[in-house]
């Protein structure tokens, strides 16, 4: 690495850490996406179902006809986000009922299906897409619980289609210079990751219990979950509150944030073996997400003390970064969301920018990283994933980076720190066997779904035929 980029990559003194440039400025710079793919007029376009079309499906819609996609179907149980879809794409096909749209896959020549509904309905649509032998992206987390994790995989791996969960930071460029430094040995090797976010989703309200909006199907938007009174404001955001629908901050965030650590440190369930998680919460509810958790996930290593991972949420700060900001006189907390610490220093990290610390580093800077290829988008490398895969090409379903087979391992990281903080006792988790060690301790807090909503093959086949 030549000295204008060692200098660009290394801060050496606390002021020059404070200002607004530095490498992030570079990194920034460096996330043009590729041009648009121009399709062939002989290549037909890509026709894909939208399930869940508010929140994170109205983002997903712009992203999908930006890469090109052709959407065929919409799907909400909300009348207001179906008929605000419709007007963006007013030939598309309009569904109330999710499983009507799989019955019609025919009729409408699917070649994919998104989801972006809430968490606690992500594995459902999923598994139908699967089970249907279609294409299917869907958003983070995974799935809801661990056992729909792990029953997505084996879907997956027999289905052999493009697939992708929604952790859109992968694709960008700041997060594939972090991980070449990483690889470069920049710092040295790895023995810690902190991550952190600074909001929270929890302490979600018992009441006021009210009659669902008229807009809303409100029985359609249970799913598989227990029936039980509409409370005010959980839809169409604050369902994340509540252990029933969401997985609080954790699982909202921590696919995002701990997606980082997983591809540098090339964590896949043979390296994580069967690794034990602490973690503490402000409180413990069966109703209600916590106010705040702190996690930690130890990873055997073959030759060395356990790689150890770590989580904080709204408000809880990284000891690493409280220690370091208060020496280096920087809020590391609030510039970043996480560090890695190695043998030779640390390296901090956000969606947009990087810093490796301290500053004498300097005098070796990092090997020459090995640079990994731009995404052409998340989206569209999901879509190009279809475009192989219908054209025949072999191996075209594992192409997207978050592909199932990979970020069920991440979802797994991610959930099992719930299942550790509800627990309020230590767990271990084999991530080969995909199992809790001793069996899940939360697996009553769990209620079977509802009739006819339930992951077996008799209900995917029943709801794909009806």
Not at 186 to 204: E, F, H
């Amino acid at each position: 690495m030549d000295q204008m980029h060692r200098r660009a990559f290394l801060a050496t003194v606390p002021a020059v850490l404070a200002a607004p440039t530095l490498l992030g400025a570079a990194a920034r710079a460096d996330t043009a996406t590729s041009a648009p793919k121009i399709l062939r007029a002989s290549e037909p376009p890509v026709r894909i179902a939208l399930i869940g079309c508010s929140g994170r499906g109205a983002d997903n819609l712009g992203d999908l006809l930006g890469a090109g996609a052709e959407i065929v179907a919409l799907c909400d149980v909300d009348s207001r986000a179906r008929e605000a879809a419709a007007r963006r794409c007013p030939k598309a096909a309009v569904f109330r009922d999710l499983r009507e749209v799989f019955r019609a896959r025919r009729a409408l020549a699917l070649d994919g299906v998104l989801v972006s509904t809430p968490d606690h309905t992500h594995a459902f649509p999923t598994a139908l897409a699967l089970r249907a032998g279609l294409p299917v992206y869907c958003e983070k987390p995974l799935t809801h619980t661990m056992e729909e994790s792990r029953r997505i995989g084996e879907l997956a791996a027999k289905a052999k289609v493009p697939t992708q969960m929604g952790t859109q930071i992968h694709a960008t460029e700041n997060y594939r210079r972090v991980v070449e430094q990483l690889r470069a040995g920049a710092i040295g090797r790895v023995t810690s990751c902190d991550c952190w976010v600074n909001k929270g989703w929890c302490c979600g309200p018992t009441g006021p219990v009210s009659t669902p909006p008229a807009e809303l199907d409100y029985d359609l938007w249970l799913g598989p979950a227990q029936e039980t009174p509409f409370v005010t404001g959980v839809h169409p955001a604050n369902w994340r509150k509540y252990w029933d629908f969401g997985t609080g901050t954790l699982g909202d965030m921590g696919c995002h944030m701990m997606d980082l650590p997983v591809w540098a440190l090339g964590l896949d369930r043979a390296t994580l073996g069967t690794v034990e998680i602490h973690a503490s919460t402000a409180s413990v509810d069966s109703v209600a997400c916590p106010e705040w958790t702190e996690a930690s996930w130890a990873i055997p290593q073959k030759d060395f003390d356990p790689l150890v991972l770590r989580w904080f949420d709204n408000g809880r700060i990284s000891p690493t970064a409280q220690e370091l900001g208060a020496k280096d006189r920087v809020d590391y907390h609030g510039r970043f969301n996480m560090v890695f610490q190695g043998t030779k220093g640390f390296l901090w990290a956000n969606y947009g920018e990087y810093l490796a610390t301290p500053g004498i580093l300097a005098a070796e800077g990092p090997a020459k990283a090995e640079r990994i290829a731009p995404s052409p988008g998340h989206h569209r490398e999901w879509l190009d994933a279809i475009r192989a895969w219908r054209a025949g090409t072999a191996g075209a379903h594992d192409a997207p980076l978050c592909a199932f087979g990979r970020s069920t391992v991440l979802n797994e990281i991610v959930l099992s720190g719930t299942v550790a903080g509800r627990s309020q006792a230590p767990v271990r988790y084999d991530f080969n066997a995909r199992a809790f060690v001793g069996g899940d301790p939360i697996a009553h807090w769990h209620p079977a779904p509802r009739a006819g909503w339930s992951l077996s093959d008799a209900d995917l086949d029943r709801a794909l035929q009806a």
